[in-house]
């Protein structure tokens, strides 16, 4: 009996000396979606989260509200970027890969038209800036610059299902103004 409370007493101290927390399961290469989805988000420090999980490049790239109760936090995992739908409780509920990016083809976040009117809700965008675009990535766009550039893929968030919809780029098009990323952002 003795050995059996120096063995709980024993795991007991490992368990919290261990902390486990939804990224400890990645690896590069994995399902990584797949591995998220109903996971709680883990809290704490950012710098120590992303020191924990160095293996797989961990890093915040910030986050934004999307109502009361859920917010989109995005990551970099394994040299790639995912926005990660958080609701209720921190759980996260959807996962988008979101595709490579760079300044011809840059990631957008807001108010895109089409047919030459403004959407009611935010879009989250791939453009194509691969026309006309400055190579040059000391130089910036103007946030007030008006030049409108069309989407190569799209999203936009189903709030009441906490999912991402993927939304046709047909005629879609979105200020370059948008652009949310350093390597095309303005």
């Known amino acids: 009996m003795k ?20 990224f400890d399961a990645i690896t590069c290469g994995a399902d990584i979606p797949k591995l998220l989805i109903g996971k709680t988000m883990p809290g704490g420090k950012v710098i120590a989260l992303e020191a924990r999980h160095k293996a797989i490049a961990l890093a915040d790239l910030g986050a934004e509200e999307i109502s009361d109760g859920l917010q989109m936090v ?10 990660i739908l958080v609701g209720r409780r921190d759980v996260m509920r959807d996962v988008l890969p979101f595709p490579d ?11 895109c038209q089409v047919g030459g009117k403004d959407m009611a809700e935010p879009v989250y965008a791939l453009l194509d800036n691969k026309t006309g675009f400055d190579t040059n990535a000391a130089h910036h766009y103007s946030p007030s610059g008006n030049t409108m550039l069309p989407a190569l893929s799209a999203w936009q968030i189903d709030e009441k299902r906490a999912k991402f919809r993927k939304i046709s780029v047909d005629g879609l098009r979105c200020p ?9 952002g303005p």
């Open 101 to 111: 990016h760079s300044r011809a083809t840059p990631e957008f976040a807001g108010i």
């Open 3 to 22: 050995t059996l409370g120096v063995v709980m007493l024993f795991l007991l101290f490992c368990g919290s000396a261990q902390a486990h927390d939804a």
């Open 176 to 184: 370059r103004s948008g652009i949310n990323t350093l390597d095309g």
């Open 74 to 83: 995005e990551w970099r995992i394994c040299a790639k970027d995912y926005n």
